[in-house]
Nanobody
């Protein structure tokens, strides 16, 4: 088991910023591909960004490129998603996952998930 705990969601104005955190609790995230996904009611989970814990290489969905940045803090065993220039269409529940596959965009390859954190972009 790799317990993951997300935090940092909230309500933000269009154009604003938020930083989401995903902490691995009690077990190192070393060796995993870490991904951020988002989901709105009635739709499938959507890939946002991923990072290789070991190498630091990153990958982004087109919707996130240039606005979002995924990073890690190995000392804190935590993955971050810095989101700038937020738009109403970014409103969703954001979840992080851990996968043995690096940079997988398929939610089914992620073995462990956090509980999710709500991000609402609205004026």
């Amino acid at each position: 088991q790799v317990p993951l705990v997300e935090s940092g969601g909230g309500l933000v104005l269009p154009g604003g910023s938020l930083t989401l955190s995903c902490a691995g609790s009690g077990r190192t995230l070393s060796g995993y591909g870490m991904g951020w996904f988002r989901q709105v009611p009635g739709k499938e989970r959507e890939y946002v960004a991923s990072i290789s814990w070991n190498t630091g290489t990153t990958r982004y969905a087109d919707s996130a490129k240039g606005r979002f940045t995924i990073s890690t803090d190995k000392a804190k065993n935590t993955v971050y998603l810095q989101m700038n220039g937020l738009k109403p269409e970014d409103t969703a529940v954001y979840s992080c996952g851990a996968s043995p596959v690096i940079h997988s965009i398929a939610p089914t390859t992620y073995n462990y998930w956090g509980q999710g954190t709500q991000v609402t972009v609205s004026s």
